[in-house]
């Protein structure tokens, strides 16, 4: 276990290392002066040399990236241009509205896939089943962002229950806050729901046909026991690695759900970067969001190892 | 005996010959110009001129999605037949070159995953501007990436093969190996990742496109649609839903072609898709 966890964190280092030259090495592709295309045409000679001095544009390029590199280590993503603030500083504020949709996103999706999957299972070949398998495909072949748009139209524009986009903030209290953050966790978690609705009923009914199942069944354990009690817990290994796959989509669908509800989240602040032109803010958004999925796909991994009893060997 | 088609694989690709049918149509024929501004008939409800309404510049929302699915097609087929140049040899040269190989496929893998498809494209909308070009090239990165773990894991299990052993003993080298014995069988698992993957790329570009990242206008996509419909929701909430149909629609049928394909490849594998 000790080799597999020695393992597993090396390649995470790499993978850390490889993703931050790779973000780098993207913006060294703007064509022509960074600081022009940041600042525009019009801009004075001084402004834009004040700038080119803080990207270091007048240093070789590997000083650049090992001068970068080293602020990001130490939580230093650089000034933004536009808000003339750090971006850590934005980071974190707008963290405070990703993480909690991401989370309820995550808790919303797992809550309802569980059931519905242990049910497909359950009811295997029956109406049941062929619900949540409906459900299943009709949720995966649905863009979040579309979601999105038919919940503001159908519980914001005709029912008046949630608003339509913005955030409260949570200022005023955990419960405007969360009555704003309802409907594009929701968007997010339907997709996931599907998906780990079709994980989980695989992965039980793969369960049900292993011994200890039939023995438990055959000893007398009653249906609903075995589905609970044996098949769900070994079930949840592959939910989880599927889950911890997830992420990745997670934050790209948090990305432009936060635009259709004009969230102020980090996916808001990096689509409104963009539009500015503040590279420096997109480039410490886009680090620090695949650093966070490499890391939560390490510690899945490991989680997942340390819950499976059979001896680790191979690739993760 | 023939084995019955599975009901997945016939209605996935029903679904998909339907888009294919739209898209190849459109290059001949579209109800009205699809670019065509007409603002005294902007947004009007779905009638007997306009079967799905017109958009708030007066276009006719069908031809739109008509000249989209031509859009959505191209930009899907691209991102993977790219794809699928890059990722099949690079699984197949992981495979047969073993521990190095593979370290360097997997740790490959890796870095793409940290970087899904939508943030790779806005980074290098940020680096090059915005347009489908970079949409293709995010998405065929990621693909590649997938593609190549997926072709590594299938040819290892090819080179275990006896016949594979024998072909080497004979004296094959092993490009000649790869090619003649490898590549065949495992076609149709890459084939069928291909169609998932083509299902995955509809909805990133439509994404990116509804950011204003993709596709430019005026060139019709369905995800701008979506972007353009949302704030007209309230006049017309009809516009916001014709595309998303047609996105999910051909998602649906993607999924199902490739869930079908590996059912009927692989009859041992029951696939848990809905049909």
Known sequence: ?316 | MRRKLPLSLRFGAALTLLLVAMALLSLLWTPYPAEQVRVVARLRPPDADHWLGTDHFGRDVLSMIMVGARNSLAVGAAAVGLGLLAGVPLGLLAAALGRWGDEAVARLGDLVFAFPAVLTAILLTAALGAGAINVVVALALFNAAVLARVTRGAALAVWRRPFVGAALALGRGPLSATLVHVLPNIAGIVVVQATILFAVAIVNEAALSYLGLGIQPPSPSWGKMLGDAQTHLFNSPLQAVFPGVAIALSVMGLTMLGDGLRDWLDPRHRSSGVL
């Open chain 1, 1 to 316: 276990m000790l080799a597999f966890l020695l393992r597993r964190l090396a390649s995470l280092i790499v993978t850390v290392w490889l993703a931050s030259i790779a973000v780098f090495a993207v913006l060294q592709l703007v064509p022509g002066d960074p600081a022009l295309l940041m600042l525009g045409v019009n801009a004075q000679p001084d402004t834009l040399a004040a700038l080119r001095g803080q990207m270091g544009l007048d240093q070789p390029v590997l000083t650049r990236y090992l001068h970068w590199a080293g602020d990001l280590a130490r939580g230093d993503l650089g000034v933004s241009l536009t808000y003339a603030r750090p971006v850590a500083e934005l980071v974190a504020e707008r963290l405070a509205v990703t993480l909690p949709l991401a989370l309820l996103s995550l808790i919303l999706s797992t809550v309802a896939a569980l059931p519905l999957g242990l049910l497909a299972a359950a009811r295997r070949g029956r109406g049941g089943d062929w619900a949540v398998l409906g459900f299943a495909q009709l949720g995966v072949s649905m863009p979040s962002f579309w979601i999105a748009i038919l919940l503001i139209l159908l519980f914001s524009l005709t029912l008046h229950w949630f608003p339509a986009g913005g955030f409260p903030g949570w200022g005023g209290g955990v419960g405007p806050a969360l009555h704003a953050l309802l409907l594009p966790a929701l968007a997010l978690a339907v997709p996931e729901a599907a998906i780990l609705a079709r994980v989980t009923r695989t992965a039980v009914l793969d369960t049900l046909g292993e011994d200890h199942v039939r023995t438990a069944r055959a000893k007398g354990v009653g249906r609903m026991a075995v589905l609970l009690r044996h098949a769900l817990p070994n079930a949840l290994i592959p939910v989880a690695t599927v889950l911890g796959l997830q992420i990745s989509f997670l934050v790209a669908g948090a990305v432009v759900v936060e635009n259709v509800f004009t969230l102020p989240g980090l996916g808001r602040l990096l689509y409104q970067a963009i539009g500015q032109r503040d590279l420096i803010v997109v480039q410490g958004v886009v680090v620090l969001l695949a650093l966070f999925v490499v890391v939560v796909n390490a510690l899945v991994d490991i989680a997942c190892a340390l819950a499976d009893p059979r001896p680790k060997g191979g690739e993760s």
